[in-house]
């Protein structure tokens, strides 16, 4: 199984840098602990400082839900591929590209989200359709499972045991008696281990059974099915008597050409399970590619809007990708702490072994005026910087 890829979005000022910035990004991480790549980030109109920081808090929720739909779609396509990872692998495509490679080379899809839009515009956009994608998803898996757990039920009626199985192909009319004013016959399913001690005492265990009815039809691994016939009157005391005994009672009653219709149907519901599995991989492909292109989108707003808030105006800063591994990614996010956190201003200083420590009160005022709140899931840094990676 190959190692899962964590990426992280980093954005810095322009200003601080003397050379090509990804460059210097590259250097100051390791090219043994990650792969930088340019991410680029269109002009979005700014608005005011108020609507950013509302911004900023309603794609903070919105991440938090791309990143539970993406994930849920994982989950249903692992569940319907029955956890074959190079299958799943095959439907993890972002407009027919894997995911790697659409998110190494993302670009902003001016066509279906047009920069000029308001801020506010582009992220109410965004929700609508990841709801839209979660819904659909859902409706059809639930479909699915439907399906499938009753083409499940109906082959036990095929395959299970004389407890649980349809009694059609196996109980003949000629051993029942029908349309009778006065006695009926009832199928019992005795476990193996009870059988002597049914047939030495199903007569007495209550009043007016017919002495000497019962009737061996069938026998499986585990139990023995026989029809006993009693007077209609004591019938219900029979069954009770029954229960009390385990030994269980089956329903039935025949029906001319009822074989051949639970074959007819079990074939039926083959075929709708076979159609509506293959509808449900289509919308789990679908839907994984439409969830990683809303999901991109919002992160790149995330980081625009949090870029302004962060660094102010002008807005000259540079975006960059980073490729790493979860074992690594500690090692790329304390490259760039130490090489960044006098970004944070008082928030952020070094001990005397020049590791970078936080002042928590001053953390909070900083924290503030970026419109970050406490409790938001988010660690706060000295730059702008996001960690994520796909299911």
């Not at 992220?123 to 998803?137: F, M, R, Y």
């Not at 709140?373 to 000295?382: C, F, I, M, R, V």
């Given at each position: 199984?190959?190692?899962t890829?964590r990426?992280?979005?980093?954005?810095?000022?322009?200003?601080?840098?003397?050379?090509e910035?990804?460059?210097v990004?590259?250097?100051t991480?390791?090219q043994?602990n990650?792969?930088i790549?340019?991410f680029?980030?269109?002009?979005?109109?700014?608005?005011?400082l108020?609507?950013?920081?509302?911004?900023a808090?309603?794609?903070?929720?919105?991440?938090?839900a791309?990143e539970a739909?993406?994930?849920k779609?994982?989950?249903?396509?692992?569940?319907?591929?029955d956890?074959?990872e190079?299958?799943?692998?095959?439907q993890k495509?972002?407009?027919d590209?894997?995911?790697?490679?659409y998110?190494?080379?993302?670009?902003w899809?001016k066509?279906r989200?047009?920069?000029?839009k308001?801020l506010?515009e582009?992220?109410?956009?965004?929700q609508?359709?990841?709801?839209n994608?979660?819904?659909?998803v859902?409706?059809?898996?639930?479909q699915?499972n439907?399906?499938?757990?009753?083409?499940?039920?109906?082959?036990?009626k095929?395959?299970?045991?004389?407890?649980t199985?349809?009694?059609?192909?196996?109980?003949?009319?000629?051993?029942?008696i029908?349309?009778?004013e006065?006695?009926e016959t009832h199928?019992?399913?005795?476990?193996?281990?009870?059988r002597k001690?049914?047939?030495?005492s199903?007569?007495?265990?209550?009043?007016?059974?017919v002495p000497?009815?019962?009737?061996?039809i069938?026998?499986?691994d585990?139990?023995?099915?026989?029809?006993?016939?009693?007077?209609k009157?004591?019938?219900a005391?029979f069954?009770?008597?029954?229960?009390?005994?385990?030994?269980?009672?089956?329903?039935?009653k025949?029906?001319?050409?009822?074989?051949?219709?639970?074959?007819?149907?079990?074939?039926?519901?083959?075929?709708?399970e076979k159609?509506?599995?293959g509808?449900a991989?289509?919308m789990?492909?679908?839907g994984?590619?439409?969830?990683?292109?809303v999901w991109?989108?919002?992160?790149?707003?995330?980081?625009?809007v949090e870029t302004?808030l962060r660094?102010?105006?002008?807005?000259?800063?540079v975006?960059?990708?980073v490729?790493?591994?979860?074992?690594q990614?500690?090692k790329?996010?304390?490259?760039?702490?130490?090489?960044?956190s006098?970004?944070?201003?008082n928030?952020?200083?070094?001990?005397k072994?020049g590791r970078?420590?936080k002042?928590d009160?001053?953390?909070?005022?900083?924290?503030?005026?970026a419109?970050?709140?406490?409790?938001?899931?988010n660690?706060?840094?000295?730059?702008?910087?996001?960690?994520?990676?796909f299911?």
């Amino acid at each position: 199984m190959a190692p899962t890829t964590r990426y992280s979005l980093v954005s810095l000022p322009v200003r601080i840098f003397d050379d090509e910035p990804l460059s210097v990004l590259s250097s100051t991480i390791g090219q043994d602990n990650g792969e930088i790549l340019k991410f680029s980030i269109p002009s979005f109109k700014i608005g005011t400082l108020d609507a950013l920081v509302q911004h900023a808090d309603d794609l903070t929720k919105l991440n938090a839900a791309c990143e539970a739909v993406v994930s849920k779609v994982a989950d249903s396509l692992a569940g319907i591929l029955d956890g074959d990872e190079d299958k799943i692998s095959q439907q993890k495509m972002v407009n027919d590209k894997p995911t790697d490679s659409y998110l190494c080379s993302f670009q902003w899809n001016k066509v279906r989200y047009r920069a000029e839009k308001p801020l506010g515009e582009l992220i109410e956009n965004l929700q609508k359709e990841i709801q839209n994608v979660d819904n659909d998803v859902k409706a059809k898996f639930n479909q699915y499972n439907t399906v499938k757990t009753n083409l499940s039920a109906l082959q036990r009626k095929q395959t299970g045991n004389l407890a649980t199985k349809s009694l059609t192909p196996i109980v003949q009319p000629d051993v029942l008696i029908q349309n009778s004013e006065y006695l009926e016959t009832h199928l019992i399913v005795v476990p193996s281990s009870a059988r002597k001690e049914f047939l030495r005492s199903y007569e007495t265990i209550a009043d007016m059974v017919v002495p000497r009815s019962a009737l061996q039809i069938a026998q499986d691994d585990e139990f023995t099915l026989f029809a006993v016939t009693t007077f209609k009157k004591t019938s219900a005391d029979f069954l009770h008597k029954c229960r009390e005994q385990k030994w269980t009672p089956r329903q039935y009653k025949h029906v001319e050409g009822g074989k051949e219709e639970e074959q007819r149907e079990l074939e039926r519901m083959a075929r709708e399970e076979k159609k509506v599995w293959g509808e449900a991989l289509h919308m789990g492909r679908s839907g994984w590619s439409e969830s990683v292109m809303v999901w991109a989108h919002v992160l790149t707003l995330r980081v625009f809007v949090e870029t302004v808030l962060r660094y102010g105006l002008p807005l000259e800063f540079v975006c960059a990708l980073v490729k790493t591994t979860p074992k690594q990614a500690n090692k790329v996010k304390t490259a760039l702490d130490k090489a960044y956190s006098y970004l944070g201003g008082n928030a952020f200083g070094r001990d005397k072994r020049g590791r970078v420590t936080k002042d928590d009160a001053s953390l909070a005022s900083e924290m503030a005026a970026a419109g970050y709140s406490a409790g938001d899931g988010n660690e706060y840094t000295a730059y702008v910087y996001y960690e994520f990676e796909f299911p």
